[in-house]
């Protein structure tokens, strides 16, 4: 698919790491104590589509929907808990759960700069990570706690190339099945692509909009998929935000307010997107669209094309069977955001 950018309207101390003890963390002895097996299951969980969310290492609500998920699709007893058979299904291996991270110069150039308006932000050339630690972080799709746990002794906040860390090995290229649906379900805040046949290819947290009135309806379809988008702030759509009588052009990068992707919808004003803040991810607070992590959205791009069908329900989850992909969005609701998209060529 050709790639294009898309104009979204909206109405390390130097040296090695220090060396992580695998025994040192020992098993969890609860859901909210962390482990090094369950990074290593969320990782394994992650390579199977199944997205825990952002890694933390702990036994949580999100890891516990991705294994029910991974469970179902593979046939096996859902329960929840990473179990035997689930642990063997996953391949999940400690040896191999966590990897070193060297800091480059390049990392450093990715960092800031650090506007605050949204006049500001339309002045520079891109939007970078807030901080080293940060990109460190998005680099293991993992929490900033998670990677001080990994990484005892070390401040965060004074990194620098050169430094290494410790973060989990998650990898950075994954084969990505062909979905022909997207299940959005608004009470789990999850989107579940589907193939041809009706199996589940995968689970991905999001978050939805805050108010009821903006959340959709029915179904949609897939517009347009791109990478690094760019983000046209409308004034008009923004009342809360003051001192602002124009659009202005929101330059691309991780911290532009729909990350680093964006799948538009035919629903007019609505799209999956990617977030400068993955830690909020599967929280209310958007203004209508579907945020999930910027791998995750990444990842999902892969899976879908143009005229894939989208379809919003609510309750438990369940996987209907195929419909006529005809686009047909059902209880459309009007809300201020996105308005209208149009695309540059690059």
């Known amino acids: 698919m050709r790639r294009a950018r898309i104009v979204v309207w909206f109405t390390v101390v130097i040296g090695a790491a220090t060396p ?7 098993p ?3 859901s909210s104590a962390w482990s090094l097996e369950f990074v290593a299951a969320q990782i394994a969980l992650e390579g199977a589509a199944f997205s825990p969310g952002v890694i933390d290492g702990c036994l949580g609500p999100k890891t516990r929907m991705a294994l029910r998920g991974f469970q179902a699709s593979r046939g096996l007893a859902v329960t929840g808990e990473l179990d035997a058979a689930t642990r063997a299904a996953l391949g999940v291996d400690l040896s191999t759960a966590t990897r070193h991270y060297r800091i480059t110069s390049a990392d450093v150039a990715a960092v800031g700069p650090w506007p605050k308006s949204w006049v500001e932000k339309s002045r520079v050339k891109r939007l970078g990570y807030k ?5 460190v972080a998005e680099r293991g799709h993992c929490t900033q706690a998670l990677l001080r746990r990994l990484n005892p002794g070390r401040r965060l906040d004074a990194l620098s190339a050169g430094d290494e860390l410790v973060i989990p090995n998650v ?3 994954i084969a990505a099945p062909t979905a022909t649906r997207l299940l959005v379900n608004l009470s789990e805040k999850t989107i579940r692509p589907v193939d041809a046949s009706g199996r589940v290819l995968g689970l991905f947290h999001c978050s939805i909009a805050k108010h009821k009135a903006k959340r959709p309806s ?5 517009k347009v998929v791109t990478r690094d988008p760019v983000y046209i702030f409308d004034p008009k759509m923004w009342p809360e935000v003051r001192g602002v009588n124009r659009k202005l052009v929101i330059p691309p990068g991780p911290r532009n307010p729909v990350g680093l992707c964006w799948i538009g919808l035919s629903l007019p004003g609505y799209g999956i997107h990617g977030t400068p803040e993955p830690e909020l991810i599967g929280k209310t607070g958007s203004h209508g669209c579907f945020r999930l992590t910027n791998w995750d959205a990444l990842r999902l791009a892969e899976m879908v094309r143009p005229g894939v069908t989208v379809e919003f329900t609510t309750g438990a989850a369940t996987v209907p069977p195929p419909r006529a992909t005809a686009d047909r969005a059902v209880g459309r609701r009007s809300r201020p955001g996105l308005r209208s998209m149009r695309r540059r060529v690059t």
């Open 20 to 26: 992580f003890d695998a025994r040192a963390a020992g």
């Open 28 to 30: 969890a002895k609860s």
């Open 131 to 135: 901080s080293l630690a940060a990109l």
């Open 171 to 173: 990898s950075a290229s």
């Open 218 to 222: 029915g179904r949609c379809r897939v």
